[in-house]
């Protein structure tokens, strides 16, 4: 565990663009801090399993379709990171948080009641991104990604002035995860 015993009850929040790393940078934290006590918290299946209401009735009531700024679901992700907010478990979120919504319902409440969270920012050239994104063969919804790079970027930029910037351009995952890791430590 490379002195990493003594880490414990903790939100490392990865920030950041469609295709700019977040998921593939989470799984490498966890790698490098192997512990059991590290999660990854899933945030794309929390989002994909909230198909109880009607789809108007989420556009209209709850924000929308994306994520970023629907209601109901950034209520529920705070509903389920209540369990960790007071556990001894390492949780990362590689969760964008795009939207003034995102910051107000999420963030503000999550920096408000940990005693040690993270924000991270990962940034990359949108030149970079796109290449990312086009080389993804996971990613199902690379058109409306590409799409979404630069307004991301730029409300990233604006609502979340504090974070702590990783510049992931020509950077290994493994790197970028050592260099996260490095602040938290």
Request: aromatic letters at 10%.
């Amino acid at each position: 565990t490379y002195g990493y015993e003594r880490l414990s009850n903790m939100i490392i929040w990865l920030n950041g663009t469609y295709g700019v790393g977040k998921t593939s940078v989470a799984i490498e934290i966890q790698k490098q801090l192997s512990r059991e006590d590290t999660i990854i918290f899933d945030t794309d299946e929390l989002f994909q399993s909230m198909d109880e209401k009607s789809f108007f009735d989420i556009i209209i009531n709850d924000g929308g379709m994306k994520p970023q700024n629907n209601k109901r679901f950034l209520n529920r992700v705070i509903e389920e990171l209540k369990k960790y907010l007071s556990s001894d478990i390492i949780c990362i979120v590689p969760m964008a948080l795009t939207l003034i919504e995102g910051k107000e319902i999420v963030w503000d409440y999550v920096s408000q009641h940990c005693s040690r969270c993270f924000h991270f920012v990962l940034e990359a050239d949108e030149s970079v991104i796109c290449e990312r994104i086009k080389a993804d063969s996971k990613r199902t919804d690379k058109s409306f990604a590409l799409q979404e790079i630069g307004t991301n970027m730029f409300l990233i930029n604006k609502y979340f002035q504090e974070a702590i910037r990783i510049d992931t351009n020509n950077k290994k995952v493994e790197d970028v995860a050592q260099e996260i890791i490095q602040y938290i430590v």
